[in-house]
DNA sequence: GCATCCATTGAACGAGCGTTCAATTCAAGA
DNA sequence: TCTTGAATTGAACGCTCGTTCAATGGATGC
């Protein structure tokens, strides 16, 4: 457990989960050890155990945090009623909320071959019920006759899996500003469902 | 090096890459210890050492042995003229090249960053040449008016990513046959490329 | 039957791993 | 000023790691 008095090490679990998300994100969760991640926070590998049961942990927390503000984050903007507003508001959350965490997406879906089974098992849960908010709002679009889709499982797998790829590529420096990009994806995206546009 | 003459393990090489395939793919290359590789084909670790320099040699031999057979897989099989047919082709040719190799396909995304810098250039050389060879079919379906699309380039890594991603879910005991899925990924891919159909 | 050869063994190397815990340190409360 | 108590250290635990190499052993060619 962490201290519960006021001291000069109040920030000292957050600075440990930090550490570890860069270095797992970097090198990979087997590749990195907890004496690393204690040197990145500026102290002795078992002092993190003051704030961490064990490694697995470490990666745990990170990961269904993640999941978990993902799915938080969603609930707060998702609101509109037309399907192909909703649609819309997804892509271009979803591509947002990947580009502004790059290290949280890579490790949730980079170590999950990582994780204890009855973690793995939380983990894609929490992931299910991401995917089956999209899969809602095909399956009403196409109830409402604005979307034509042959099989919407596989729709929500194939769009996921094109709007999360652009982390592996986008660069702040390139060509094509995240507006640009969403607007690029979001183009492909309504095509794709079928949306008259 | 192996040895040249006849003997009991003229297949020692080809069985060691196939383990180290299988566990790479299974644990992770960090995760995979040359022992275990060793006691999977039934020798010692030593023994290894006959066949590869080093662990990182097998990781890249596997990794670029997987994409110089994609490459030259896909050029046996491109030949039509019609952007709209080449398109088709490269994808069913995608989803079932990638359901042939789940392993090769999952170690050549996960275990990049394993790579030494100079393996990783190699790598991401050929990666790149194949992700040309779908930009090539964009960019001349667009010049002949077929095809809609704002930005080839990210199209191509959407509609890799897209394509890529079957492997993460398909199950051969599962509700949909590989040429149903093939189906469905060319409906959505011929659609968000502005395709009339 | 003997010499050759080479794939393979098995021990060893130094290093690093995750984790534990008695000892230390040092700010806060009395 | 002294006591308290928790955050942190640093050494130690038993292991496993990738890699090397002298010794071995069993088939091959003469």
């Not at 196409?142 to 592996?168: E, K, N, P, W």
Request: with cysteine.
């Amino acid at each position: 457990m962490a201290r519960k008095t006021g001291s000069h090490a109040e920030i000292t679990g957050p600075r440990i989960r930090d550490a570890a998300l860069r270095l797992f994100a970097r090198h990979g969760y087997a590749a990195v050890s907890m004496r690393q991640i204690a040197a990145e926070v500026g102290v002795q590998a078992g002092a993190l155990y003051a704030y961490t049961s064990d490694k697995q942990a470490l990666l745990f927390d990170l990961m269904k945090g993640h999941m978990e503000h993902l799915l938080g984050s969603w609930k707060e903007v998702a609101r509109s009623a037309d399907p192909a507003q909703q649609l819309e508001t997804f892509v271009r959350f979803h591509i947002r909320y990947h580009l502004d965490r790059p290290d949280e997406v890579f490790i949730s879906y980079m170590e999950l071959r990582n994780l204890e089974p009855e973690n793995f098992v939380a983990l894609e849960s929490l992931r299910r019920r991401y995917e089956d908010a999209l899969q809602d709002i095909l399956t009403e679009g196409c109830a409402a006759g604005q979307f034509t889709i042959s099989d919407t499982r596989v729709a929500v797998m194939g769009l996921i899996a094109m709007l999360t790829g652009v982390s592996t590529w986008f660069r702040e420096s390139g060509r094509l500003s995240r507006s640009d990009v969403e607007q690029v994806y979001w183009d492909m995206t309504r095509r794709a469902v079928g949306l008259a546009g």
